[in-house]
């Protein structure tokens, strides 16, 4: 199960763009990303998922590069609604269930 | 339509008392879990059931049994609760095991054990 690390915190202001990167040195062949989202009081949200490469939704675009070690969250033009923490995971479809401190990302007016 | 969803949402009780929750999916679902959430806001896995069976036994007290009526539901039962089992606890469902992809979490309930 590749471990994830994560920067704790993040502070952004309203309208700019919030990049946020999760490193997984030992990440397999058949692991998949996925990134979490949770407001405070409610449960996680599934945000995306991917591969390898570049995955866009209509929510936010998830970077990997070709040695897949880290990836990228992107969330364009944050606003105050997309304060929470964001959680990172990776591993095989059948074991992504081990969620990390996250990162409380604090949108700023 | 609420896709995942847990009751009560709080609950407050005294030590040694025997606590239930309730959850239920509605999206069809066969994968059913449950999770904990401390104050320092880790969320760990607990168990997970499968087309009513259990497939994910974490280390977790036998205090704690969950039952799986019906794909549909999986309760959490609690005897004997601890001034440690305050915290919050998320069900949660996905299409099929193993192939997990998304997990719908419900909205949570927020033990309290004084």
């Known amino acids: 199960l590749a471990k994830t690390t994560q920067p704790i915190s993040m502070d952004s202001y309203e309208g700019q763009e919030v990049n946020i990167t999760c490193s997984h040195n030992n990440i397999a062949t058949n692991d998949y990303i996925t990134w979490y989202q949770q407001f405070p009081s409610q449960g996680p949200r599934f945000i995306i998922q991917g591969y390898k490469t570049k995955v866009t939704n209509e929510v936010a675009s998830l970077f990997i590069p070709a040695d897949r070690k880290s990836s990228t969250l992107s969330l364009p033009r944050v606003s105050l609604s997309d304060t929470a923490v964001y959680y990172c995971?990776?591993?095989?479809?059948?074991?992504?269930?081990?969620f990390g401190k996250g990162t409380k990302l604090s949108v700023i007016p | 339509d609420t896709a995942v969803s847990q009751t009560p949402k709080y609950l407050v009780t005294q030590m040694g008392n025997d606590k239930s929750i309730k959850c239920e999916q509605n999206l069809g679902h066969d994968t059913m879990y449950w999770y904990k959430q401390d104050s320092k806001k880790f969320l760990k896995i607990m168990f997970s059931y499968n087309n009513k069976e259990l497939i994910i036994n974490e280390t977790v007290p036998n205090r704690f049994s969950p039952k799986s009526p019906d794909k549909a539901h999986l309760n959490l039962h609690i005897n004997s609760l601890e001034l440690g089992d305050s915290a919050v606890y998320f069900c949660?469902?996905?299409?099929?095991?193993?192939?997990?992809?998304?997990?719908?979490f419900g909205a949570g309930t927020r033990l309290s054990v004084l």
């Open positions: 949660a469902s996905s299409p099929r095991w193993p192939r997990i992809n998304i997990q719908y």
């Open positions: 995971l990776v591993g095989e479809e059948s074991y992504q269930l081990t």
